[in-house]
């Protein structure tokens, strides 16, 4: 692992620990903003646990529907 990736796990474990209250201690509820880095940590960390000939297939896949239409 590098010492890049490790950068962006500890990064995205910080996200994903944080308090989302307010400064009043009030909790705030979660914006689409967070919705969507929360699935693109998701998607990331799918992508790197992904064996790369399933990544190979899904490409193959894409471009195929791709010129279907």
Known sequence: MTDEQAALERASADRSGADTGSADGRTTTPTLRDAAMH???????????????????????????????
């Open 39 to 69: 699935w693109a940590e998701r998607l990331r960390e799918v992508t790197v646990k992904a064996p790369l000939q399933s990544l190979l297939v899904a490409f193959l896949v894409g471009i195929w529907f791709a010129r279907r239409r």
